[in-house]
């Protein structure tokens, strides 16, 4: 399992425990309040089965609703009649089965699923349950999410961006979007100005997505985009955090960066044995060569990486990397042109990250280039 998709499976595994007995018997007592004859005693004991505590998180989800089809009127338009007004009291990730309801049992009515959407995703986020109805009615569904986006309320025009993600997590891949991210594109352009940072994130994630599979389609939006406003400017950068990870030579001069060839990077150190629970340390100099030509002063763009690998359960590398700082180097002073870069790293245990004991690689990375790397050893705790 890489590293991205361990992290996920972690994180899932937190959340998945949020579906326990005082969210459910929360939600029985507002569905008895619009609907006298659901027993809620059948239904939470159907919930908590055998099979239960084997269950995932999108299996747990998925139990529910499918739970609630069979304690809830049978007609699909009286059970989103009951439903509408329960969704209203809660927020956060739970509330994510009554959109998961309509995708299951709503393929089929279309226009009631999609305002139903439209109203649950206002207290959660309907993001997973629009994916199916983008694969089988592609073009409806795009110019009803570009309507979205034009909506008086955040989380719906969020859920415009949000749920047209080429690669959203836990969620169904949109393989049309993969091959050819354009019909995103009005969405995005609509919502890069929003009011709401929550909704302008969702831009970035949507176009950090589409970079994975279409890099030159999001360069060229970067570049279009940068230096419009402070709020573009961020939204850019966020969307290209893969690429600058990468260290995309256009991205990077985009921002900046220029390739590091007048700098050098000695003295570089580390612990080469670390225990389980315990750090790795590391530390480098990084200096700028300057001549007598005053342009050698001038300070230069420097973002300051570093990358581990990961044993993972499979005897392979996972690289993951890290962002250490971004500024400038290079002055008039001597001390302008030498940076000493200190820094740790836990291998404490964390939730959304599983550490292997064996060999380790550390690299630092200055504008994209790899400058230096070692190995180091972590070691089972004794």
């Known amino acids: 399992m890489c590293g991205k998709h361990e992290s996920e499976y972690l994180m899932a595994e937190i959340l998945r425990y949020r579906y326990n007995t005082e969210f459910l018997t929360a939600l029985c007592e507002k569905i008895k309040n619009e609907h006298i004859e ?24 998925g139990h529910i609703a499918t739970c609630l089809y069979t304690f809830l009127p049978q007609a699909y338009d009286e059970a989103i009649k009951i439903l509408k007004p329960v969704s209203s009291h809660f927020g ?37 349950a629009v994916r199916p109805f983008i694969v089988s009615h592609p073009q409806k569904m795009m110019e009803q999410m570009t309507c979205w986006a034009d909506s008086k309320n ?44 929550y909704v302008r994130r969702s831009v970035a994630n949507n176009l ?5 599979d279409n890099p030159d389609l999001v360069i060229a939006i970067a570049t279009d985009w ?16 893969t690429l600058l990870k990468k260290g995309n030579p256009q991205i990077m001069a985009l921002f900046g960066y220029a390739p590091p060839n007048d700098m050098s990077l000695t003295d570089f150190e580390l612990n080469e044995i670390v225990e389980m629970g315990g750090r790795v340390e590391f530390s480098c100099r990084l200096a700028k060569e300057v001549s007598n030509n005053p342009l050698s002063h001038s300070p230069d763009k420097i973002r300051i990486e570093f990358a581990i690998g990961f044993m993972k359960s499979n ?45 380790h690689e550390l690299a630092i990375i200055i504008n994209g280039v790899e400058m230096a790397k070692k190995t180091f050893l972590l070691e089972a705790s004794k």
């Open 38 to 61: 659901f027993d809620h005693s059948a239904f939470l004991s159907a919930v908590f089965d055998e099979e239960w505590e084997s269950k995932e998180l999108k299996e747990r989800m």
């Open 92 to 128: 956060g990730f739970e509330p994510m089965i009554f959109p998961d309801y309509v995708q299951r049992y709503g393929q089929n009515n279309y226009t009631l699923s999609i305002e139903a959407l439209e109203h649950f995703t206002q207290f959660s986020s309907s993001e997973f």
């Open 154 to 197: 955040y989380h719906v025009r969020r859920l415009a961006s949000e749920g047209c993600r080429p690669r959203l997590p836990w969620a169904m891949a949109l393989p049309a979007f993969k091959t050819d991210p354009t019909p995103i594109f009005p969405i995005l352009e609509k919502l890069k100005n929003d009011e709401s940072e």
């Open 208 to 212: 950090n997505d589409i970079a994975k």
């Open 226 to 241: 940068l230096g419009v406003t402070e709020d573009t400017n961020k939204l850019v950068k966020h969307a290209c955090r």
């Open 315 to 359: 005897g392979k590398l996972s690289r993951k990397v890290f962002k250490i700082s971004e500024g400038v180097l290079g002055g008039k002073k001597k001390a302008d042109n030498v940076k000493v870069i200190s820094k740790k790293f836990s291998f404490a245990p964390i939730s959304t990250r599983k550490y292997y004991p064996g060999e």
